[in-house]
């Protein structure tokens, strides 16, 4: 970990993308369940996609490249949520306003500026995460401001948009999503770049999550939070240069806390690559972009990745790359090289990889003879490096292409790349596409504009319960900024407000019954799922002198069904609380016998008796 | 479109569509280039595009400034192009473009729909048909097929037969999905002599988007013109939902079953003539008419046509009088939609409510009446109950399997070219594929 002057010192840049599911019932654009929980594949289709031209002409980089990857993409088609909508099969329906809604309300809560229109848009993806090749997209807010602390950063755009569908499998030149998910609102608040250190890009990122959780819709004396919560439904992705280096997008961090780790590897990795740039120039190192037909040297080869090659009529193909030797072996991040990266690049064309020469070649089972025979035919000296490429004619012609482009730009820059995990415990990364432009935006003739009133607006706003307002009510009903705050960011804060809001004077046992005895029962399998009126009852009971504050643990064990069910259990198993003149009786009792009477009393009665009354009790007759 | 306000403001700072504007307000300041607005109806709401590639919506008032930064650099629209190489192994292939989604690109700057007319813009966009043909491109029209009339389906006929007789091997019209049914049957009827494949196309998708279907429909049917040994008029579009393989459907049987998907093409009591993928594999499912080898015959264009034909629909309630207008106004033809075998309601409790008393009186004035089925899949029957012979006596013309469309094109092509007599004997006798005389029993396929 550096000083925040380090990170000023190499030109340190960073912005965060913030992708939340909603949790509204519907999908975007179709009347799709969001939860598909329990749903099933009933079929799939199989499709093909071509990048076409943006909005003003020009065809975005990142969407030519990925179609210039000859790839077919299955679509499993579920039953209850996905329709003909989602397979591209049928002109999106009218826009879900409950999601629009909330879109607003959390615009408001960054303090954004609001359209008067919102235009939905096509944000071409033609990696094939979406069967109609387009990301349905509407910018629904702009400058906005997150507060951390003293400091505000600019929140520069929150977006409206349909989640992608998950990957299921990649092979050979088929991929194949589940289109469940697809559809579903997703929310995208974007920060600008001012971020000045990886701890600060955490802290926002877990801000941001913390006010998407807890602005809410108002209902009675509650706020309805509009957010899924679970694996997967926050996803992080971070932009992050430095000076000599470039805009690098790291996509899809859902484990905020290792946010910190990716940034930093990533500033390692450029300045690696700024390093390696240098001393590549001084080698008057050069790539000059010509492969050649090695298949007759190496037909003999035992080798598996050239044997599997060959014996399919595959060809294999080197290039030299002249001063190079040593580079691409060289580590940039924990576990990846130079090497790695044209290996990542050549892999687009749907290679297993590529063999350089700054590996230990025997694992491949090249001799020392072959190497000698492959360096001469490539014209390399012991300076140089050599990558060798081995699989079908064209998809091989078109890896080494790739690869060679990307030695290429060793020398001369950080490729602006949108990057993916690859490691998520070393928290490293590896080159998914070439970053995209603005040009693979256009608009989605199928549907209309969405005119939002000052009116509308206003309702909206009327109709939010705001983060601040929760996290300062909590703070002042449970006078413990401790224990506020892990209410603040608990799944259970809905509930604590609503068993709150009809019991008073118990805030601090209720927060501290769901936030500790539930989950402790959640952890030994036990299921806490009662219904909140059953929960409303059993505090009821406590903050009226029936039961004890130990024994609501134990009726929470029972899984009561309903208030009478908890009558039920507070009879049967006798933890009805014993007080008063009866507990002064036997507090007597016990002193007669000669007994401690403390001990005595809590050890048989600890479920019925009140630590506290019984300590005043105890005390007053000394 | 923009309110005629907005207009005055533009035109008055010298704004036009595409150019980068500014706009103020009290608390606000965006840049942006000016979209054009698609919406009917005048709209005071600024739609621009911001440089992260986004549109928004900023309401024109009295308090927002507006500023033109900078003209347009791009007013001369093109479509970027792929040269195109004559290529001597390849034979010819006309492409006749009529409209529709496919072959025909939106300008999102000006908001102008343009057609891809050159064969190097095509290219661009579809570079493997550069492998398949040869490709000369005949821009006949560009109408939304359910704009089309007789006329539309005259002109193709007649470009088809002289691209064909100038040496085409093959051709592909490119037409809009809604009506190409239609067309592909008048197209079938009115090609005589036919001794080549003659492909029809469309898209569900339009093509500036990357799942387009129009891009493998396209190629299949270069495939399916080029290499297929079928003297017919058929639709070329996908077989299912997925992109593998296209299904090359009879004009005459072929009918849209779906408002939105890529495989709305089903045919209707009849198989496809054959499947067909990218690679040009063609794999044949039903007899068909081939190519002669042999054949001297130029193919020609009849372009006779009576357009004084209706398509009505038989329905409980539905009202007989409808025959007495279109006999008013001097229709010559009628194709009537009936139900199940080919009934209309015939003894009904309110006599009003009967059709017999009116198709008699039609028949019997000349008007020749045919009865089809509103289930399309079987073949209607005079004979199975007694409302039927009821019909038959009548006057009307029970049309076997043949599709209610195709038996409405077919008799305004037969009362066009034949007269009334021959016309009324040859409705029900098939001419291009259009009745089936047996059936065969068909699984399911998928």
Redesign the interface.
Known sequence: MHDKDYYKSIGFRCGLEIHQRLSTEHKLFCECSTDSSGDRVIGS?????????????A?DRS?SFE?SRNR?FVYNIFKRSSC?VD?????PHHVNMHAVEAALRFASAFNA?I?????P????V?DGSD????QR???VA??GTLEIGKRGIPIT?I?LEEESSGIVSTKDDTVTYNIDRIGIPLIEIDTDPSISSPQEAKEAALKIGLLLRLTGKKEGDTAVSEVQRGIGTIRQDVNVSIAGGTRVEIKGLQEIDSVDLFIENEIERQLRLIDIKKRLIERHAQVDGKSIDLTEILKHHDGKIVRDALSKGGVVLGARLKGFSGFLGMEINPDRRLGSEVSDYAKMAGVRGIIHSDEDLGKYELSEDTVMQIRQALGANSDDAFILIAADRQSCSKAMAHAIDRARMAMAEVPPETRAVADAKKGNTRFMRPLPG??????E?DS??I?ITSQFYEAVKKGTVYMQERIRKLEKELNNPQIAEQMASSTKLMLYEYITGRVKGVNLVVAATLLEKVRELERSGISAELDRDTFVNIFKRYSEGEITKAAIGEIIKYSPKSASDVERIVKSNELERISGAKLKDMVARARKNGADAMREIMSKHRLNVDGEELRGLIGDKK | MYSKELQEVFSRLGIKVGDTILIRSD??LQQG?L?PR??AGGSD?I?I???????????YSNSIKVEKVSEST?HN?S??KKESRPNPSLGKMAMIYTGGTIGS??D??SGGVYMLTKPEELLH?VPELDQIANIEINELMSVASEDMSYHAWIKMAEATAKALNNGAKGVVITHGTDTMHYTSAALSFMLKDLNAPVVMTGSQ?S??????DA??NLICSAQMAMKSDVAEVGICMHG?????TNIFIRGTKARKMH????DAFKPINNLPICSVDQKGKITYLSDYRKVSEGHKQKVSAQIGYEPKVALVKAYPNSDPEIIEYYLSKGYKGLIIEGTGLGHVPSQTEKKEYSWLSNVKKATDSGMIIGATSQCLYGRVSGTVYRNLRLLEDAGAIHCEDMLPEVAYVKLGFLLGNYGKEKARDMLNKDIAGEITHRTEFDFPTE
């Open positions: 289709v199989e499709r093909r996609q071509r990048a076409v031209v943006g909005e003003l002409g065809m969407t179609s077919s003909l397979v591209d099969e049928e002109p500026k359209p008067d229109e919102i235009e848009m096509r944000k071409e033609v069967p109609s090749a387009f997209s509407m910018m702009y400058d755009s977006f603005g040009s693979r935006m256009y608009p003739t209309e504009p005119e | 608390s606000d280039i979209m698609t919406e709401i739609v595009k911001r440089k992260d590639g986004y549109n928004i919506g900023i309401k791009s629209f479509f970027p690109k939106v999102y700057v966009d998708r093509s500036d988007r990357g799942s387009s891009f493998m299912s939902s997925s992109d593998n408002t939105s998907r890529r």
